[in-house]
């Protein structure tokens, strides 16, 4: 495509909410495209996404090896972003390059899967969806810059979570400290100030049952308070709000929202 002159493409509405949805979620693989369009089938997102990006509202660009399977990974072009009315904040990666890896893509991708969960798939029985919010800044007084925050309401009761989705590659001494800055922003009173609730908690997604593990164990040596811990396995095996979650201590999983 390379060289390509732009084709026109008349925008649907679906297609406007897909590019907004990118000033939020920065990149998404054909799956997250589907849950957002929606789309009803596979054939219908391939098509729509190849429309999009020979028309520049879209970027695309891979993952994988010369000659192997490759995962195509769309980001806003600048005209998207123009039309959608939103910041462009996706990653700088030139159309249709190769990449071997890409971290940023990777952990958006799976916060992305947690935006997902909250807005786009079903809810618990009496919960409703308030709001998503991304952070580029730091929260007021720390060094903080949550992946996401979420507010869903539960029996006319504002429940408030910032998310941290972890990867694997911060040490004991990086996650305790990040541990120590969501207590003190919480004692603070700056958490009610900015988003008028009295409380949240933290809820940390990981990669594994090891690396949960780890994490609940530095975490338990500072508070039992908060956090809330899984993997993106229990979240694709059990659904966002099933009995999932672990405290930094006990063995026991619960759900997020008690209901009926």
Sequence with gaps: MTGSKQKLVVLQERDVHLLRELGVMRVVDREQAKMIGPFGSTTRANARL??????????????????GAK?????????????????????????????????????QLQVNEVY??????????????IRWLSFHESLPGTTLIPDGYAEVDHAEKLISFFIEVDLGNENRTVWQGKVRSYLSY?????????????????????????????LRTATAALTEKIFRFTTEERIKREGFWGRIWQKPKGDEREALIATP
């Design 116 to 129: 997902g969960s909250i807005k786009y798939r079903p809810l618990p029985e009496g919960v409703t969806f």
């Design 186 to 214: 919480g004692a603070s009173g700056s958490f009610t100030r900015e988003f008028e609730n009295a409380q949240f908690r933290t809820l940390t997604v990981t990669n594994s049952e090891s690396r949960l593990t780890s």
């Design 50 to 67: 190849l429309a999009l990006t020979e028309a520049r509202y879209l970027r695309r660009f891979f993952w994988g090896t010369v000659g």
């Design 71 to 107: 995962k195509v990974i769309y980001a806003l072009a600048p005209c998207g972003a123009e039309i959608a009315g939103v910041p462009n904040r996706g990653p700088r990666r030139s159309r249709d390059q190769v990449l071997a890896a890409d971290f940023f893509s990777l952990h």
